[in-house]
C-alpha cells in the first residue's frame, strides 16, 4: 500500500513528455555545442531510457535539435516584441535588454547557433537562424515607422542585426565585457549613428530619423550622443574643409 508521503505516480501525456525531453535537451545546447551532446545526454538529463527519446523524436538527435532550435528560435522573437510605448531608442534598449539576457543565459549554445559549421547544421536549421533575423528586423522597422523599407533603410536594418550578432558573440568570447549595460547603450548608439550617416545621403532614412527626433528628448540616448558627437564632427569638418573654404589654421 503506498504510504501518505509517497507521491503517487502519474504518467505523462504526449506533449507533458516531448516538453521535457525538450526541456532537457535545451539545458544541454545551453552549455555545449550540438555536435557535443548525444541522445544518451538527453536521456540521462531527462531521466529517461533512450528508446524512449526516439520514440517522441524518431529523427533522432538532429530533429531533437531542430525543435530546440525552434524553441529558441520562438524565444528570440518574443525579445524583439516590444510595445509602442515611450521613444524609439528607449523601445530599443529594452529589446536588447532582453535579447543580452537570453545570450547571456544560453551561452555556448548561442555562439554554435550563430557560428554554424556544426554537425547539426542544416538547410532547415539554418531556415530557422534566417527567420529570427528577418523577423528582429521587422520589429525593428515597425519602431522606426517603416514596414516598408525602401532597399537603403532595408539594408540598414539587417546591417545594423548582423552587427549586433556579430557583438554578442565577441562579448562571450571576451569573458561579457564590457557589462552588458554599456553593451547595450552602444549598440543603441550604433544604430542612431547608421540613420543619421545614411539619412545624408537617402531621403526616406532623413524622413524616417526626423520622425525619430521628434519623439526623442535631450537626455535620451539621442540627445547623449548628439551632445558627445557634435564636438567630434565639428573638428573633423574644420580639418577637412577644402582650402581656401575658412578653414582654421592650426
Not at 529523427?59 to 528570440?76: I, T
Not at 573638428?235 to 575658412?246: F, H, I, T
Request: net charge negative; with cysteine; charged share 25%.
Amino acid at each position: 500500500m503506498t504510504s501518505a508521503a509517497t507521491p503517487a505516480y502519474r504518467r505523462l501525456s504526449v506533449e507533458e513528455r516531448r516538453g521535457q525531453l525538450l526541456r532537457a535537451a535545451l539545458e544541454l545546447f545551453a552549455q555545449r555545442a550540438p555536435e557535443d551532446v548525444s541522445l544518451d545526454d538527453v536521456a540521462e538529463a531527462a531521466g529517461v531510457s533512450r528508446p524512449l527519446v526516439y520514440r517522441y523524436f524518431p529523427g533522432g538527435k538532429q530533429q531533437l535539435y531542430e525543435a530546440a532550435l525552434r524553441s529558441h528560435a520562438d524565444a528570440l522573437n518574443r525579445c524583439f516584441a516590444e510595445p509602442a510605448e515611450g521613444a524609439p531608442t528607449e523601445r530599443l534598449g529594452r529589446v536588447l535588454d532582453r535579447y543580452l539576457a537570453f545570450v547571456d543565459q544560453h551561452d555556448t549554445g548561442f555562439s554554435a547557433l550563430l557560428r554554424g559549421g556544426s554537425v547539426a547544421e542544416t538547410s532547415r536549421t539554418s531556415a530557422i537562424v534566417d527567420e529570427v533575423r528577418r523577423a528582429a528586423a521587422e520589429q525593428i522597422l515597425v519602431h522606426l515607422g517603416a514596414e516598408r523599407p525602401g532597399p537603403r533603410l532595408g539594408m540598414l536594418v539587417r546591417t545594423w542585426i548582423a552587427a549586433v550578432e556579430a557583438a554578442s558573440l565577441i562579448w562571450l568570447d571576451e569573458g561579457k565585457q564590457p557589462p552588458e549595460r554599456e553593451l547595450r547603450d552602444w549598440l543603441v548608439d550604433h544604430l542612431v549613428a547608421l540613420l543619421a550617416a545614411t539619412a545624408t545621403s537617402d531621403a526616406e532614412t532623413a524622413e524616417v530619423f526626423r520622425a525619430l527626433l521628434t519623439q526623442e528628448t535631450p537626455e535620451g540616448p539621442v540627445g547623449l550622443l548628439a551632445h558627445r558627437a557634435v564636438p567630434v564632427l565639428g573638428e573633423a569638418a574644420r580639418l577637412l574643409s577644402p582650402p581656401g573654404s575658412g578653414r582654421l589654421k592650426g
